[in-house]
């Protein structure tokens, strides 16, 4: 009698490296999900091979894509992604030299790690648009939540909200991607040692070949290292920002003029009222750009026209701001303390210090009252003492009942009006100090306010109409082109509210320094635009500018090309001087 022997499947096999299953597979234990993936791979074999080639495609487009990102704007195309990162290299040749569990364990690792870099290569693409410098990951991670603000301020706190979130979803679901596309090519290798090592074994060859040669494709090395670099450049800010901390700190302790007694400060503008005043991404290209210069130097020229008719003289020159495209308290506070504060860890540094400012030295002669009005402070602001400002009004001291434009709490026209209200226009005992901020050409750029008959400002709310029938910051945003034209606008209004105002309320005793904060950002202002600003000095009484005949500035309102330029910084002291204070030092 035949002897019956019971049927058994045979076990399978590996199957291809790319993911081709084999002649026969395992039953799936019941109600398990790679059961059901192996079954699915039995039923359904080209599609699975097609979607296993597909996964493996993806996971090395996204891990080479990253390795060969670049951290600026300006140098994303597509001949950057032409080359051979000498890192992948390195990466396939450790993964095959380990067994399999530090093989996952560190290809999930190296994954996590490229996604960071990602994350800090797109950061630096944002920072070097907007603020015209890198992403410091010491310093910069609190601007984060002022550019939330931002948002909200331009489009909405629904938009910041969905904005805050969807950065965060994105961040993580690209670390998730990352490790899991690292581990994916990981085991990849893992499956056929043998072929995966000749293929490290020939791209390390071209790799060195390439670099030996200086071979070039597109105008761009073939062989490369730029994930390395970008990890070291990373590494060499953050020793950068440790090293400043301290030597900042020294060099703020030393000061020209720290012991200068009161009676001995600004002497010669005794019996002034003396307005220093800011004007929002007031920058050269305002004046140098083919599109926004003709209308800003027809407004510069309108109004010093005015102002000669009104006895006003003015001299004008060129200042090198700590910052670009945003920051402007950075740009604030190195043209007050003389020390060049182009970072949040200087600022903190500088304010919680006692190092002195211009509006701390006429603080300090006893002669002056100090005011600050700024608009666009909306919550607590210590830095006021620091400032040696006795009354500070702020967004909401002044009285306004009108609209907001986009990010400017207010018109400028707004605040000027409620300055000669408050402070300018009344009766006083001492002279007056003041420190304004214009805010009306902040970006976006869009509401824009209009010039409205002074008589009429009341609370504010006749601009109502005019923010209602303005442009959305959402169609500015989008379009550089237009950017740049709102931008314009923005700084004629701004300049036209401060000459009318000065034409209006000025005296013979009035003495105005104004200028730009920083340049606007760099797809208004462009590339390598530099961070000059306008500064000028305007007053009646002659013997105020010729204390400043030998700072060579041009006579007007519009400095020439070729004005002298001076780091921001060194404008404190060489005012101090001119005006006769006289230093004494302290620190050192």
């Not at 992948?88 to 490229?114: D, E, F, T, Y």
């Not at 020390?339 to 600022?347: A, G, I, K, T």
């Not at 707004?414 to 001492?430: C, I, M, P, S, V």
């Not at 635009?529 to 500018?545: M, N, T, W």
Request: aromatic content about 8%; overall charge negative.
């Amino acid at each position: 009698m035949p002897v019956i022997t019971p049927f058994r499947r045979p076990p399978r096999t590996s199957g291809d490296p790319d993911g081709t299953p084999g002649p026969a597979t395992a039953l799936p234990s019941p109600g398990s999900r790679p059961g059901h993936w192996r079954a699915w791979r039995t039923r359904y074999p080209r599609t699975a091979v097609a979607v296993r080639r597909t996964t493996t495609a993806l996971a090395a487009s996204l891990v080479l894509g990253a390795l060969l990102l670049p951290n600026s704007l300006a140098a994303l195309e597509p001949n950057r992604f032409a080359r051979i990162p000498v890192e992948a290299v390195v990466a396939a040749v450790l993964l095959l030299c380990v067994p399999r569990v530090p093989r996952l364990v560190l290809s999930a690792l190296s994954g996590l790690g490229l996604g960071a870099l990602t994350v800090l290569n797109l950061l630096d693409m944002g920072f070097t648009e907007y603020l015209g410098r890198g992403f410091d990951v010491v310093l910069d991670w609190g601007l984060l939540d002022d550019a939330r603000s931002y948002v909200a301020d331009s489009m909405g706190g629904a938009a910041a909200a969905w904005a805050a979130v969807g950065a965060v979803a994105a961040v993580l679901l690209l670390l998730v991607l990352m490790s899991l596309a690292a581990v994916r090519l990981g085991e990849l290798l893992a499956a056929d040692r043998e072929r995966a090592a000749r293929g490290a074994l020939m791209a390390a060859t071209v790799w060195m070949t390439c670099a030996a040669l200086g071979v070039q494709t597109f105008g761009v090395p073939v062989a490369t290292t730029s994930a390395t670099a970008a990890v070291r450049a990373q590494a060499h800010r953050v020793a950068d920002t440790l090293r400043d901390e301290a030597a900042f700190a020294k060099e703020a302790r030393a000061d020209r003029f720290g012991a200068t007694p009161g009676a001995q400060l600004v002497p010669e503008l005794r019996g002034k009222d003396v307005v220093f005043t800011f004007i929002e991404s007031y920058g050269r290209s305002a004046l140098a750009d083919p599109v926004v210069a003709p209308g800003v130097r027809r407004t510069l020229d309108t109004g010093a026209r005015a102002l000669a008719g009104a006895g006003y003289r003015a001299r004008s020159g060129w200042l090198t701001s700590a910052t670009f495209g945003g920051g402007s308290w950075l740009g604030h506070s190195t043209f007050m303390s003389g020390l060049w504060v182009d970072n949040q860890q200087r600022y903190r540094t500088v304010t919680a210090g006692d190092h002195l400012t211009l509006t701390e030295a006429f603080r300090r002669t006893g002669d002056w009252d100090t005011v600050g009005v700024m608009p666009g402070v909306q919550k607590a602001w210590p830095e006021a003492e620091w400032y040696g400002l006795d009354k500070v009004y702020d967004a909401f001291d002044v009285g306004y009942e009108g609209p907001k434009f986009s990010w400017s709490t207010m018109p400028d026209q707004y605040a000027l009006e409620a300055f000669q209200r408050l402070e300018h226009g009344r009766k006083r005992d001492k002279r007056l100090m003041a420190e304004i901020i214009l805010t009306s050409s902040h970006q976006p750029w869009a509401p824009l306010p209009e010039m409205v008959d002074w008589d009429d400002i009341g609370d504010g709310s006749v601009f109502d109409g005019i923010e209602a029938s303005g442009v959305e910051a959402s169609d500015v945003i989008a379009d550089p082109a237009r950017s740049k034209e709102e931008y314009g606008r923005s700084v004629e209004y701004s300049l036209t509210s401060l000459l009318q105002w000065l034409e209006r309320y000025g005296t013979d005793d009035t003495v105005l320094v104004f200028l730009g904060d920083h340049q606007p950002l760099a797809r208004v202002s462009g590339d390598g635009a530099g961070r000059d600003v306008p500064v000028s000095i305007v007053a009646k009484d002659p013997e105020v500018l010729d204390a400043i005949d030998g700072w060579n500035w041009t006579e007007g309102l519009e400095p020439a090309p070729d004005a002298p330029v001076w780091r921001m910084s060194s404008f404190r002291d060489r005012f101090l001087t001119a005006y006769g204070s006289t230093p004494h030092p302290t620190g050192g």
